[in-house]
């Protein structure tokens, strides 16, 4: 696309208020989280996971039944209203009220939102849970729901979507990957997908839509009270990712799917597709090829697909930081109003926007949902719908992640900076090396100058002793185990690591299996 497109300030604007999240995220929406982001190595943290289920699902999806008639007005129904989590205080209202918010509706398992009770299925089949206790965070923290669609101009499927938590005091943020199969109780209606709750919303006249229905179903089954949300669809995605030039990824893994061999051709025709191969290093992609990285899965995992989409949702947040367009935001939020689906005010975003390039600083944290631990892989009795069946008591500990700040950010502690010493004879491992461990936290410090090439890596600590070094995370990074670690005491110098990266490394680390940071 020229720059002289009309698309190009108003969408460079709206990247940069993504991680104000203001909406940019939103327009990140249409897919994709997986490779590192640009040179610019903001502070990140893993969540502790366990293996992904990569085994594969049908992609059938469990068809909408016919809806019921929509009734005018609502009534609240009694249900054991869940005590907070005694890891989150209790506080008052967010300071930013979202311009539409919902009215309250407590729904009871087996109750539609007009007060009749579903028949009972006979005999029964997946049980309904009850509802999680709901979250109470600081009022520092916002929460946005981001949204993708897999329709244009309508509601669709919400093939994607993440949370973010964003700490205006503070500054630093999270995302929270929510997979599409999650197998959960909707409010007012029957166990089904995840992403069917916003459609069924708008068919069956919930109070407020289809997103309403969606905010009621994550927080009855996560106990995540959304203040916002935004929602893009694919083509809007692939027009905002080729307005801002285009993005650059650090792809530390290779990654091979089925892809369209060119986008003008025809989906429905078989030879039209290939698998194609993104090599693991710089990659500078456009709307298509970014695209095609967030949606696809079917040589992954939907897992892996979340952990894609954040990364590209991360390098679409730096880029937008680094054009600063702050300042013309009112004009370029006139233009964009109707590009994208969202509850977000003006005055928010502007609020949110203007904490980003601290937030960039500071540090975004990282979240996902896996299996086998967290989320088991379910086959629903009455369709045979191969879907994801979420453990809560498992799961819990991530979601209370997700209102802290990252272990790692710079807002609370010291950085921990590395040095990173080539000695791969491969001039872009640096680049991957560096990425990883900003993934996670470290703040990488590539020394251009010469070494020998050699086999092993060596990785030096500089400090009297290891407390507070995070060798255990930095050696899983590296793929190194702790006890190699040299300490070096009493040496100055001016930095806490340094690492000599060796033939051997691989930079390709399964994020997935993370090793866990504990709670504070």
């Known amino acids: 696309m020229k720059a002289s497109s009309p698309w190009l300030i108003p969408i460079s604007l709206l990247t940069l208020l993504l991680f104000a999240i203001g909406i940019i995220a939103i327009l990140l929406w249409g897919t994709a989280n997986n490779t590192p982001i640009s040179r610019v190595l903001p502070t ?8 992904a289920d990569t085994a594969t699902r049908s992609l059938d999806e469990t068809p909408l039944p016919a809806t019921y008639t929509p009734i005018p007005s609502v009534t609240a129904h009694p249900n054991s209203s869940p005590t907070p989590r005694p890891s989150l205080t209790p ?12 009215t309250p509706r407590v729904l009871a398992p087996g109750v539609r939102f007009d007060g009749t009770v579903i028949p009972p299925l006979t005999p029964p089949v997946t049980a309904i849970p009850t509802a999680v206790p709901t979250f109470a965070p600081s009022r520092d923290i916002t929460t946005i729901l981001l949204l993708g669609s897999d329709t244009v101009g309508g509601v669709g499927r919400t093939d994607t979507m993440i949370l973010v938590a964003v700490n205006r005091n503070l500054k630093t943020a999270s995302m ?8 959960v109780y909707i409010p007012g209606w029957t166990m089904n997908r995840l992403n069917t709750a916003m459609a069924r919303g708008e068919s069956s006249g919930y109070p407020g839509g289809g997103v309403a229905l969606l905010m009621d179903t994550i927080k009855y089954n996560f106990g995540v009270q959304v203040d916002y949300y935004a929602q893009v669809d694919f083509v809007s995605f692939k027009t905002i990712v080729d307005a801002i030039g285009g993005v650059e990824l650090v792809v530390t893994c290779s990654y091979a799917d089925w892809r369209l061999k060119s986008p003008e051709l025809n989906p429905h025709v078989e030879d039209n597709w290939e698998i194609f191969t993104l090599e693991r290093g710089v990659q500078q992609m456009d709307g298509d ?12 995992s939907d897992f892996d697909r979340g952990r894609r989409q954040q990364q590209l949702l991360r390098a679409m947040f730096n880029k937008g930081v680094d054009v600063n367009l702050l300042s013309q935001i009112p004009t370029l939020w006139e233009t964009y109003r109707e590009t994208v689906r969202t509850n977000l005010d003006i005055g928010t975003i502007l609020q949110l926007a203007s904490i980003a390039p601290q937030v960039r600083q500071n540090g975004i944290q990282n979240l996902y949902l896996v299996g086998n631990d967290q989320i088991r892989s379910w086959t ?17 500990e991530t979601f209370t992640r997700l209102y802290l700040p990252p272990s790692l950010n710079r807002a609370t502690r010291p950085p921990i900076t590395v040095e990173l010493l080539n000695a791969t004879g491969d001039p872009v491992m640096s680049t991957l090396t560096a990425e990883n461990l900003a993934w996670y936290g470290f703040i990488p410090i590539v020394n251009e100058t010469p070494v020998a090439t050699q086999t092993n890596t060596v990785i030096n600590y500089y400090a009297s002793n290891f407390k507070g070094s995070y060798d255990w995370l930095l050696s899983w990074v590296m793929n190194e185990y702790a006890s190699t ?13 340094q690492i000599t990266i060796g033939t051997e490394y691989n930079p390709c680390r399964p994020s997935l299996y993370a090793p866990k940071i504990d709670l504070e």
């Open 44 to 51: 990140f943290v893993p969540i502790a996971v366990a293996g």
């Open 91 to 102: 506080t008052a209202e967010p300071t930013l009220t979202p311009s539409q918010t919902p």
């Open 176 to 183: 929270l990957s929510l997979p599409r199969d999650l197998y």
């Open 289 to 300: 090829l970014a695209l095609w990285y967030a949606r696809s899965r079917l040589h992954s």
């Open 380 to 396: 629903v009795p009455e369709t045979g719908a191969a879907v994801q069946l979420p453990n809560w008591e498992r799961m819990q």
């Open 485 to 497: 670690i040299q300490l070096v005491p009493d040496t100055p110098y001016p930095y806490n690591y």
